[in-house]
C-alpha cells in the first residue's frame, strides 16, 4: 500500500498531495477511462436524436479531439 503525504499551510489545511508515480499513473488511466464513459454516454443520449451539430464540434464543446480518444 502506497503512503500519502499532505501538504499543510500555516493553518493547517491541506494544499497538496503527494503521491508515488505508479499510484499516479493509475489515477491518470482511470481519468482517461472516465472521460471515454462519459463521452459514450452521451453519444448513447443523443444517437436517435435528429443531430445538431457535427461530431468534431460536439467533441470540441466537450473539450476533446479525436486524436485524444484514439490514444
Known amino acids: 500500500m502506497e503512503t500519502i503525504q499532505y501538504l499543510k499551510d500555516e493553518h493547517g489545511r491541506k494544499t497538496a498531495v503527494v503521491v508515488a508515480i505508479d499510484e499516479w499513473e493509475r489515477i491518470q488511466k482511470a481519468k482517461n477511462l472516465l472521460e471515454h ?3 459514450a454516454g ?3 443520449d443523443r444517437r436517435h436524436s435528429k ?3 457535427s461530431l468534431n ?3 470540441k464543446q466537450e ?3 479525436r ?3 484514439e490514444s
Request: proline share 6%; with cysteine.
Open 37 to 39: 464513459v462519459y463521452l
Open 42 to 44: 452521451i453519444i448513447e
Open 51 to 53: 443531430p445538431t451539430c
Open 57 to 59: 464540434d460536439l467533441l
Open 63 to 65: 473539450g476533446v479531439s
Open 67 to 69: 486524436d485524444s480518444l
